[in-house]
């Protein structure tokens, strides 16, 4: 019984822990043609599409880490703005199969610019897509409706 109700202690904590937080840029640019396209990758673990994401770094701001792990996941640069589109939740996946939940909060960047080399170059699939193929591919819900939402407010008639 000592082992179960050690169990039963240790769930209790995980349960009782703040949420974790990480932050991510949403990478957008406009193509010659005036159409919006999104940046996705592919994430290392599981091979799914997700954006530019990371834990906090320091005293950086949550916008400079977004900035700085689309630099080191993707290879873009641009700035991302100071100002979160919103958050979506998901269940970070740690060693061992175990998860926990994460927030993300995430910030809008617009790509002005590519580097050759950069930290995790050939370990992800990197595309540029339709933002209805953005939201498509995502598996996040909350991610897939900021990502609808943002495109909704850089159209012309919103």
Partial sequence: MTILS??????QLMLRRPQRRQYAAL???DTSGGLLEILLLTSRDTGRW???????????AGHEVAAQEALEEAGVTGEAGATPLGTYRYQKRMQDD??????V???PMRVTGFVDSFKEKGKRQIDWVSP??????V???EL?????????SRSPSA
Avoid: H, N
Avoid at 144 to 152: K, M, P, S, V
């Fill in 50 to 60: 997700v954006i530019p994401k990371g834990w906090p770094m320091g005293a950086k």
């Fill in 6 to 11: 050690g169990i039963a202690q240790s769930m």
């Fill in 144 to 152: 897939t409706d900021l990502i609808l939402r943002f495109a909704a």
């Fill in 27 to 29: 990478c957008y640019r």
């Fill in 98 to 103: 175990f998860s926990v939940p994460c927030g």
């Fill in 139 to 141: 598996a996040e819900p």
């Fill in 105 to 107: 909060e995430v910030y």
């Fill in 132 to 137: 209805k193929e953005a939201a498509a591919r």
